[in-house]
């Protein structure tokens, strides 16, 4: 009986439909991993440059932060539903573009990444809508359950998907890896099917800037969703340590590439561990307590790992900070998805995307500054410490997120 309240809540799986829902999006989570590996490979091969393959990541996240919150606004005015397979099909539809591409060659190197970035734009409407779907399928109670379950899912793809991903292009080539993810929508399409005509409850959207604005406004009056998307902009902007790695893998281990692929493994190990074991914080009554004390755990470790001189117990302290990261993370959406009025779901999902994907390329920026200008262990103490002590700002100057309460699941 303890066992099973500390374990991963599987009970959103006994809803059909979310049920198919998840299936969907774990096996497109996969062939979104491998795309990318195929798009990697292929513009190295194509070019040799790093400033290319850095290229890719430009192309994939523009889209989400140029028209993530238009696509949020379209999103609270239309039947989520539909706009969720429109978004499937014109993904789907890039990757056959791509698919033809890889198999018959000759497009110039641009036009591979102008492919990618068309898909970032529709990826950057599908998300939004997707985001919108769980308060509706689940009851109040199974939310955070449901955001962990996604949440394993998509850390399964994190872990599986590239080397899949690398195994299909040296056996098949890139045209097949991303005929593949072309595969991989269909059993989206599958899962996306079974879901209800979804319009969006109350007053919709106003067209255009204007409803952009009145969800701009919406989080500057709303100081729950507001504390908890500065929180997770504090920990990714202040403490995101992926760009140090590599100094640190040659400071700790001599530079060993066998031991450089260990510190993002840690990372997601601890935040495996941490959504198999999800069972001990989607089950509280008080989710912005757990999201803020997960905050707090990813500083302090981030601050542990740069003060740590024995390299295996530094690996252990990012370890820690996955899974106080994972805890955060599902706690977080819970709470803005409980806190949102369903009218206004699709903005605040698509500014929760562009915070999820821009605070960590930016906290990455910030930590390579620092380590440049004085050290890596300074650059990641002082953000560590600056997150912790940010976090606690928040949570200080924000009651609503230590008061909210939900019913706890039975």
Do not use: K
């Amino acid at each position: 009986m303890v066992l099973g309240r500390v374990l991963l809540d599987v009970a959103p799986l006994r809803v059909a439909v979310f049920r198919r829902l998840f299936v969907g999006r774990v096996f497109s989570g996969f062939g979104s991993q491998m795309t990318l590996v195929a798009v990697l490979f292929q513009v190295w091969s194509m070019t040799g440059s790093t400033v290319w393959t850095g290229a890719v990541g430009l192309a994939m996240a523009l889209p989400l932060v140029l028209f993530g919150l238009f696509a949020g606004s379209l999103v609270d005015r239309v039947d989520r539903r539909g706009f969720y397979l429109v978004t499937l099909v014109g993904q789907a539809g890039c990757g056959v573009l791509l698919a033809v591409q890889g198999f018959v060659g000759g497009l110039p190197v641009g036009w591979v990444l102008v492919l990618v970035a068309l898909q970032g734009c529709f990826s950057a409407g599908g998300g939004p809508a997707s985001r919108t779907f769980i308060p509706r399928l689940l009851p109040r109670e199974h939310i955070a359950a449901g955001l962990a379950l996604e949440r394993i899912g998509f850390q399964g793809a994190m872990l599986v998907g590239p080397a899949l991903g690398g195994v299909l292009v040296g056996w098949i080539g890139v045209g097949g890896c991303y005929l593949v993810d072309v595969v991989t929508f269909g059993v989206a399409f599958y899962g996306a099917f079974g879901l209800p005509v979804m319009l969006p409850e109350g007053e919709p959207s106003r067209p255009g800037v204007r409803g952009v604005v009145d969800g701009l406004a919406f989080l500057v009056r709303e100081p729950v969703v507001r504390g908890a998307l500065l929180t997770d902009l504090a920990a990714m902007v202040l403490s995101m340590p992926i760009s140090l790695f590599p100094l640190v893998n040659a400071e700790r281990f001599g530079g060993d590439p066998r031991t450089f692929g260990l510190f993002l493994t840690a990372v997601a190990v601890g935040g495996v561990v941490a959504s198999v074991f999800s069972g001990t914080f989607t089950r509280l009554a008080r989710p912005g307590v757990v999201m803020l004390v997960g905050a707090l755990g990813w500083g302090a470790s981030v601050a542990l790992f740069g003060l740590s001189t024995n390299p295996w117990v530094g690996l252990g302290f990012l370890v820690l900070a996955g899974a106080a990261d994972t805890a955060s993370v599902v706690s977080r959406g819970a709470l803005v998805q409980l806190r949102t009025p369903d009218s206004m779901l699709g903005r605040v999902a698509a500014a929760e995307q562009i915070v999820g994907r821009a605070g960590p390329d930016v906290g990455n920026v910030r930590a390579g500054l620092v380590a440049g200008a004085t050290s890596g262990a300074v650059s990641l103490v002082s953000g560590g410490v600056l997150c912790v002590v940010a976090v606690a700002v928040v949570g200080a100057v924000t009651p609503g997120l230590r008061r909210v309460r939900v019913q706890a699941p039975v």
